[in-house]
């Protein structure tokens, strides 16, 4: 398995960084631009504010929890890849899944954020096929 840009639960710093991505128009054209020519404007927009609002409810459970519970349970070798510089996922949630996912490598990248996978394709892709072989 592997798992980049996740966390097992929300935290209320993550509650105000989602609160920072809920409206796309104050997103970087950069970012906005490909997702709107994809989903249409108003689905987009509408989603990730859906998004926010979904994600924002499991701080109202115990311990913001999402899935920690079910971390001990997973038993396949585990690959953790995380961006320091990803905005959205502090790295405190990658090394909460390094300490709770039995057996896990966390592999940081040091110039990485949340698109990671899209901005390192080359390096993203050649990782995780050496971890799967």
């Known amino acids: 398995m592997v798992i980049w840009g996740a966390n097992a639960y929300v935290t209320e ?3 105000r960084i989602y609160q920072g991505i809920r409206d796309v128009s104050k997103w970087s054209e950069k970012a906005r631009k490909p997702l709107e020519a994809l989903y249409g404007h108003d689905y987009f927009a ?3 504010e859906k998004w926010v609002d979904g994600i924002n409810q499991f701080k109202h459970l115990p311990d913001g ?3 920690r519970h079910l971390l001990p349970l997973i038993q ?6 995380h961006g ?5 996922v502090p790295r405190f949630h990658a090394d ?4 709770h996912v039995k ?8 110039e990485g954020k949340h698109n990671l996978h899209l901005r390192f394709a080359d390096e ?7 971890f799967l072989q």
């Open 13 to 15: 710093e993550d509650s």
């Open 46 to 48: 509408k989603t990730c």
């Open 65 to 67: 929890n999402i899935c």
């Open 76 to 81: 396949c070798p585990t690959l953790i890849v």
């Open 84 to 88: 320091e510089k990803d905005p959205l």
């Open 96 to 99: 909460f899944l390094l300490e």
């Open 103 to 110: 057996g896990s490598r966390l592999h940081l990248m040091p």
């Open 124 to 130: 993203f892709n050649r990782l995780v096929e050496d």
